[in-house]
């Protein structure tokens, strides 16, 4: 009983780690999208005073 007790803590650990893993991925690409938008803004800014 003792072995299972311990091997659920350690799942539990582990899925808390995960957690925070892919949360902190999820910001980041949250982060990269937003830069990404912000520079095709840019270039669309930047090209519309091209034409002409």
């Known amino acids: 009983?003792?072995?299972r007790s311990?091997?659920?803590e350690?799942?539990?650990v582990q899925l808390e780690?995960?957690?925070s893993a892919?949360?902190?991925s999820q910001e980041e690409i949250?982060?990269?999208q937003a830069e990404l938008l912000q520079l095709?803004?840019?270039t669309i800014k930047g090209k519309k005073?091209?034409?002409a």
Do not use: N, P, Y
């Open 1 to 3: 009983m003792v072995r």
């Open 6 to 8: 311990t091997t659920g």
């Open 10 to 12: 350690h799942l539990t």
């Open 17 to 19: 780690e995960v957690r």
């Open 22 to 24: 892919l949360k902190d």
């Open 30 to 32: 949250w982060s990269l």
């Open 40 to 42: 095709a803004c840019q």
């Open 49 to 51: 005073g091209e034409i």
